[in-house]
């Protein structure tokens, strides 16, 4: 018999997303939500649940009107969606040929954008940060939106996978130029929660910038399959209609409606991830390793070559953990990247990191 990922169609080896096997090792690669608590807290979001429910099409109008509670924002003004893959999908399907300054894309940034099926249909312009910190990233993206045509303009915040997280008034200061120059800012808050608020990011949210929470990272909900894009009413009216065929399921929906019961409690999980981050990234530093900073639940391992990069991730995998060799992504060359887990599971990682550093030397 054969399988769709040996048939290939043709399509790239990245088409089969590694995300999506089985894999009997810790994954430190996809920056799920590693924390003790979020078992219980997953619990908690799908409690109640009727299965009778999964007789008919699901009704989202309910789970609307709650996110928009939670993120103060009307009904009319949210979209949802299984996941923001689908999200980006549907705005480079649906959009194409409505800005002749095509995609303005920061780079790095998540590789949905340039992978989903209708990318290579846009002219693409890719804005780097030059010396690879958060400030100059964002002024870059800022000169090249003031002097694009008309584009669909694209930031993560805090960026993934960089981690750059500018503050959010130079956000907000991007949206104003976007607003004038007639783009539309999209300002992907996958990691916001990991950086302050998802609530001040969704605050940017008008026809002018759509601002894209993903459930997978914030609430540990990946498999879940679960975003909200916020919008203004004209702006998610037209992504409305142009008929998603990626349905939220009536269990998230479920959980989306009972996620400000839950709400408060990821807000701690979000502070103990992002104190283990710095605790992680001090003691790296204090070892000579130049580890960059991050806004998101992640952080960057440089190393001198890309065989020493190759190397420590294929030790880590030999001792049960999956991380991400960055390979040449742009401001990220040999660095190997890992989620931050908080709590045993955490700390056993980085003694276990710390111990192969040592071993394959070179800070
Ligand atoms: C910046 C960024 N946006 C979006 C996503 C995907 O989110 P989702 O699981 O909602 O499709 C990722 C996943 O790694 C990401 O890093």
Known sequence: MTVLSETRWGLPDTAVRDRRAADPR?????????????????????????????????????????????????????????????????????????????????????????????????????????????????????????????????????????????????????????????????VDGCYAGFAGSPLKVAELADDHCLVLLSWSKMFGFAGGRLAVACGGPDLVHRLRAARQEDHVSALALHALTRTGQVYDRFTHVWQDITATREAMRSRLTALGHHVPESGGNFLHVPRPTAASAAELTARLSHSGYRVRDMGLTSGLHHHVRFTVAHGPAGEQFLDCLVRHLAEVGGA
């Open 26 to 186: 810790v994954n430190l690669s996809s920056n799920e939500l590693h924390h003790p608590q979020v078992e219980s807290l997953a619990r908690e979001m799908v409690d109640g649940f009727d299965p009778a429910v999964l007789r008919a099409y699901p009704v989202q109008e309910p789970a609307a009107a709650a996110a928009g509670a939670l993120l103060g924002l009307p009904a009319h003004h949210l979209l949802l969606s299984a996941g923001s893959d689908a999200v980006i999908r549907l705005l480079l399907t649906s959009l194409r040929g409505a800005f002749p300054g095509g995609l303005v894309l920061q780079e790095p940034n998540y590789e949905a954008w340039t992978q989903a099926v209708d990318a290579p249909l846009w002219p693409l312009r890719k804005v780097t940060s030059t010396d690879g910190t958060a400030t100059t990233s964002a002024e870059a993206m800022l000169d090249a939106a003031a002097d694009a045509e008309p584009a669909l303009v694209v930031v993560s915040w805090p960026n993934g996978p960089a981690g750059y997280t500018p503050r959010l008034d130079h956000i907000a200061e991007l949206s104003a130029v976007c607003r004038s120059r007639g783009h539309l800012l999209i």
